[in-house]
């Protein structure tokens, strides 16, 4: 085709164009493949090592690494377990109750003690005291109206928990508010820990009317910083540890079919669960980290 374009007799002035356009189209296929294929430094977001998991995990949410056994704890949506995940190909299912069932929604484990986010705000505590016995404690979420998040991670600097909105009613399109659990006093901050500018997300990546509902986050151990999913916009955001979003990542919808957990072990390699999502297993990708610093 581009063949019989060039043997036909042009213009010059139409053929300085038609290159020219050409050029342009070009230019910005190689821009958008290189953006989408881009990865934060240490990583390769494309390449991950897949563990399918078993049908009871189908709708794993919250995760955590387990550093004295290298495995990953993790929970269910609406089913008070907490499972066990070793990391091999044929991975180990161990499991332990501490809930009849909720909305439940991130995991984090602090101290020996295990904190889970519902989708309301609610927080619960818990402690095994024996495999067959818990202690727990809830803490009820006080800002009115009607919110929901999946999004629970520990900050290490300020040692609080942050809860960060999926749809909160304070929040506009163009906001996102993360509040805050202190665990020195264990009570809710009054007021918020920050907010997410989504206009800064859409100029980094050059889109418009994003709706960016993050499901899963976690603070990175080497960087200190934030790297947020949302699951509906198969984006990463990677920010400072108040929110302020300084890249954005295109990942693979095939991949990354519906995040809804994200930890880190402390070398820096990222582990991130998936929903079935009604297509296939569900699973756990693991992206091991190569340090750029000397």
Not at 35 to 63: C, H, T
Not at 184 to 209: C, G, N, Q, T
Not at 245 to 262: A, H, S, T, W
Request: overall charge neutral.
């Amino acid at each position: 085709m581009f063949n019989n374009v060039f043997n036909a007799t042009i213009i010059p002035g139409k053929l300085i164009l038609y290159c020219l356009v050409l050029s342009i189209v070009s230019l910005g296929c190689n821009t958008e493949a290189k953006r989408i294929a881009e990865s934060p430094k240490g990583y390769n977001l494309n390449k991950p090592s897949v563990l399918k998991l078993p049908s009871a995990l189908d709708e794993i949410s919250g995760i955590v690494y387990y550093p004295k056994d290298r495995s990953v704890l993790a929970i269910n949506d609406e089913v008070g377990w907490l499972y066990k995940i070793h990391l091999k190909d044929d991975p180990d299912i161990q499991k332990w109750k501490y809930s009849n069932g909720a909305d439940f929604e991130d995991l984090v484990l602090y101290d020996s003690i295990f904190y889970v986010l519902e989708s309301n705000g609610n927080i619960i505590r818990f402690k095994f005291i024996r495999p067959d016995s818990v202690d727990t404690n809830e803490f009820i979420f006080p800002a009115p109206g009607k919110n929901e998040f999946e999004i629970l991670y520990h900050q290490p600097k300020t040692n609080k928990l942050i809860m960060l909105c999926k749809d909160c009613e304070i929040d506009n399109k163009n906001s996102l508010t993360a509040y805050s659990f202190n665990l020195d006093s264990m009570a809710y901050s009054p007021s918020p820990a920050f907010v997410i500018d989504i206009r800064k997300i859409e100029e980094l990546l050059d889109e418009k009317r994003l709706r960016f509902k993050p499901s899963a986050a976690a603070i990175h151990p080497i960087t200190g910083e934030l790297y947020v999913i949302s699951s509906i916009n198969k984006v990463l955001v990677v920010a400072d540890i108040n929110g302020t979003p300084r890249n954005v990542y295109k990942i693979d919808p095939k991949l990354y079919k519906q995040p809804e957990g994200m930890t880190f072990t402390s070398t820096g390699d990222m582990i991130v669960s998936n929903e079935s999502a009604d297509i296939g297993a569900a699973n756990i990708l693991f992206f091991k980290y190569k340090s750029t610093t000397k």
